[in-house]
């Protein structure tokens, strides 16, 4: 066995083939990161950091680094594309948390990102990429490894993963996540899996594959049909962080889990919302739950009656309300079987 995968990434030790959570901007804080670890996510990886913030010493932009000991191992994840600064902001990051490993973001879409020339604009400009990557690697040294996502290409005309996976290898980088869509697709359409199959079967390091895992038999499917060493999960555990738990029992059992009840749900978002005012990431208690408000919306797709409580989420503005919801909707759900929806009186 590689003993850099032994000693410097041991959740791939033994052919184990870990669940990543996905970095995902205003989602995967320290409070959900908390969560989805408790639920069976292996391996964490922060929001995107700003390596410019980084060095300017910025607060706001240095409490995305933040995270808890029990969520190890964990990444923090940088993009920017100036070489040196990155490795500087690298090295910052590493004496201020020691991370197991840094993570370079080369797959971002958002337009403010990539008008920057960060994120997946890497994906056409292999040249600049490849310094930025290398001066990386070289800034941190032996101290932690250096890891990379990217997308399968800029659109599908330049679908170049396999081309830009080999850059980051000779690079020095240890591990490549791959999402399966380009950036013109942002997220629509499906993840091509064959793309992502073709760069574990191309590079000697470690392939982590991203993209529609929104089950536990997705998770198998992917884990069975190609050669990737982890699976990393994003969106699908916006809404449903339980994937990780079902998708650990599937791939023990073959069978699905019981369904995540209804108090589970209620319970779930409800202490999310604590902990989110008792980490004040956000500010005060209403800016919070201000915040929560999208969060809470995607946790109640697929409840029954879930529309009549989106409604009253939009205007949430303290956990109290958000108790009072939770209360009432499951007291009214003893009560009246079948569909909410049907019960005005419900919330």
Request: net charge positive; charged share 25%; glycine share 8%.
């Amino acid at each position: 066995m590689n003993l850099f995968l032994v000693t410097r990434l041991p959740w791939f030790r033994n052919g184990h083939r870990p669940l990543y959570l996905a970095p995902m901007a205003g989602v995967t804080d320290l409070v959900f990161r908390r969560l989805c670890k408790r639920l069976g996510a292996e391996v964490m990886v922060t929001e995107f950091v700003s390596a410019e913030g980084i060095l300017r010493r910025d607060d706001r932009t240095r409490h995305y680094t933040e995270f808890d000991e029990g969520q190890r191992p964990v990444g923090v994840q940088l993009f920017g594309a100036d070489g040196p600064r990155m490795g500087e902001a690298a090295r910052k990051v590493i004496d201020w948390k020691e991370p197991d490993f840094i993570d370079l973001n080369f797959g971002c879409p958002v337009n403010k990102v990539v008008a920057k020339n960060g994120g997946s604009s890497l994906l056409r400009n292999c040249p600049l990429l490849e310094q930025v990557a290398s001066e990386v690697v070289k800034a941190v040294g032996d101290q932690v490894p250096v890891t990379a996502k990217i997308r399968i290409g800029w659109d599908q005309n330049q679908i170049n993963a396999v081309q830009v996976s080999r850059i980051l290898e000779d690079c020095g980088i240890r591990v490549i996540t791959v999402h399966g869509r380009t950036r013109a697709q942002g997220y629509s359409g499906l993840a091509n899996w064959e793309v992502i199959q073709e760069v574990a079967e191309t590079v000697r390091v470690p392939v982590v594959g991203n993209g529609d895992l929104a089950s536990g038999a997705d998770v198998q499917r992917r884990l069975r049909e190609t050669s990737v060493a982890g699976l990393m999960i994003g969106r699908a555990a916006l809404g449903y962080p339980w994937i990780f738990r079902e998708a650990s029992h599937y791939l023990q059992t073959g069978v699905h889990p019981e369904p995540v009840s209804d108090a589970e749900r209620w319970d779930l978002m409800t202490e999310h919302c604590r902990m989110a005012v008792a980490a004040g990431l956000r500010g005060a208690e209403r800016q919070v739950l201000q915040s929560m408000r999208s969060r809470l919306m995607a946790y109640s797709r697929g409840l029954p009656g879930g529309k009549l409580v989106r409604q009253r989420f939009c205007t949430v503005q303290s956990l109290a309300e958000v108790e009072d919801i939770a209360a009432a909707y499951l007291s009214r759900r003893l009560e009246i079987p079948g569909r909410v929806e049907e019960e005005p009186a419900l919330l």
